[in-house]
C-alpha cells in the first residue's frame, strides 16, 4: 500500500514570497491533516479535513495561510506572505474513518521542509 | 503552560539498558494517548497506544494514570536502532494530535 505523498521534499524562499505544498494521501482515507514541525518541538496542528470539508482550523495563521481539498482527496498548503518564522517541517497525515486495534492511526508523509531566507 | 510536557533529555544509555520517559498532560478530556517515535529528519510513526490497564509490546510497555495525568514509556534491553525521538501524543476526541516537543534517546554501544 502507497504511503503518503508530499511534494516538494524541499524549499527554500525568500521571505515574504509565496509557496505551496501539495499531499496526496493513503487510498481511502477520509481525514487529511497538515502539521507544522518546528526544529526541537513537536508537530502541531494547523487544519484538518474529513473528505473537503474542515473539521478543525482553530491554529491555522489565516492571515497568511490557506489551505484546501477540494475533490476530498488531495490537499493543498499555501503560504503567502512567508514570514522568517514559517521555516519549519510541513508534515501531510491521513487516517480512516474507522478504529483499527482501538485507534484513530495516523499516517505520515516525508513533509516538506521549508526554508525562508 | 504546554498541553503535553516531556524531558527533552537527551537520556544517553548503554546497549541492554533499560530506560523511562515520563510526560505529563494538562487537559483532562484527552481521552486517548499515544507514543510515536520519530528518527532524525523522518516522520513520525505510531510506537503504541497507552491504556489504563498498560500495555506491552515486547520491549516496550506504556502505562497510564489519569489521576496523576502521567504517561510512561518503558524500553527494556536498549538496542542501537532504538535512538530516537519519542513523542508523547494526545487526542482530545477531536481525532487531531497534541504531541509533546520530544524525549530524545541516544543507546551507545
Known amino acids: 500500500e502507497a504511503g503518503v505523498a508530499q511534494s516538494p521534499r524541499y524549499k527554500i524562499i525568500e521571505k515574504r514570497q509565496s509557496v505551496a505544498f501539495w499531499c496526496n494521501p493513503i487510498s481511502g482515507h477520509a481525514t487529511l491533516y497538515w502539521y507544522q514541525q518546528i526544529l526541537g518541538q513537536g508537530p502541531k496542528l494547523l487544519i484538518q479535513?474529513?473528505?473537503?470539508?474542515?473539521?478543525?482550523d482553530s491554529q491555522l495563521p489565516k492571515d497568511r495561510f490557506s489551505a484546501e481539498r477540494l475533490k476530498g482527496v488531495d490537499s493543498t498548503l499555501k503560504i503567502q506572505p512567508a514570514k522568517l518564522e514559517d521555516s519549519a517541517v510541513y508534515l501531510c497525515a491521513s487516517s480512516p474513518l474507522k478504529r483499527t486495534g482501538g485507534s484513530y492511526e495516523q499516517y505520515f508523509g516525508p513533509g516538506t521542509r521549508l526554508t525562508v531566507t | 503552560r504546554k498541553e503535553v510536557e516531556q524531558d527533552p533529555g537527551p537520556f544517553n544509555v548503554p546497549e541492554g539498558a533499560t530506560v523511562a520517559f515520563n510526560c505529563t498532560y494538562s487537559?483532562?478530556?484527552?481521552?486517548?494517548f499515544f507514543w510515536y517515535r520519530q528518527d532524525c529528519r523522518k516522520e513520525p510513526k505510531l510506537l503504541m497506544s497507552?491504556?489504563?490497564s498498560g500495555n506491552e509490546d515486547g520491549r516496550f510497555t506504556a502505562q497510564l494514570n489519569r489521576a496523576s495525568q502521567y504517561i510512561s514509556l518503558l524500553i527494556r534491553d536498549s538496542k542501537l536502532s532504538d535512538s530516537a525521538t519519542y513523542l508523547c501524543v494526545m487526542d482530545t476526541g477531536r481525532r487531531a494530535l497534541t504531541f509533546g516537543s520530544g524525549t530524545r534517546l541516544q543507546v551507545q554501544p
Open positions: 487537559n483532562s478530556a484527552s481521552q486517548s
Open positions: 479535513f474529513q473528505n473537503n470539508g474542515v473539521v478543525d
Open positions: 497507552v491504556y489504563s
